[in-house]
């Protein structure tokens, strides 16, 4: 089993940073394919970027050079590093792990934190 916790979200204002933190209990982080997702009132949940096991990232084009996504598995936790928010960025946002290779469907996930609410204001 594995328990996920978030943390750093927080009202912010547009063009303002903010890290988010995943901390990873039960196994060694690095065994796993980490993942953040996001989900806006009235909207399906949404990738926003994973980490590899090998350290290889992907994001979602609406957050490219916008954000970073990192592991360190000496602290079993991945992060979120994210600048220049938008009001659109609004949401919360889920850590997701798993063991297997996984996509970029919230399917692919077996394990879920709780999430943390960021809301960036104009």
């Known amino acids: 089993q594995v328990q996920l916790v978030e943390s750093g979200g927080r009202p912010v204002e547009a063009g303002d940073s903010l890290t988010l933190a995943c901390a990873a209990s039960?196994?060694?982080?690095?065994?796993?394919?980490l993942a953040w997702f996001r989900q806006a009132p009235g909207k399906e949940r949404e990738f926003v970027a994973r980490i590899s096991r090998g350290s290889i990232t992907y994001y979602t084009d609406s957050v490219k050079g916008r954000f970073t996504i990192s592991r360190d598995n000496a602290k079993n936790t991945v992060y979120l590093q994210m600048n220049s928010l938008k009001p659109e960025d609004t949401a919360i946002y889920y850590c997701?792990?798993?063991?297997?290779?996984?996509?970029?469907?919230?399917?692919?996930?077996?394990?879920w934190g709780q999430g943390t609410q960021v809301t960036v204001s104009m």
């Open positions: 997701a792990a798993d063991f297997r290779p996984a996509g970029l469907a919230s399917g692919d996930y077996a394990y």
């Open positions: 039960g196994r060694p982080s690095m065994s796993y394919m």
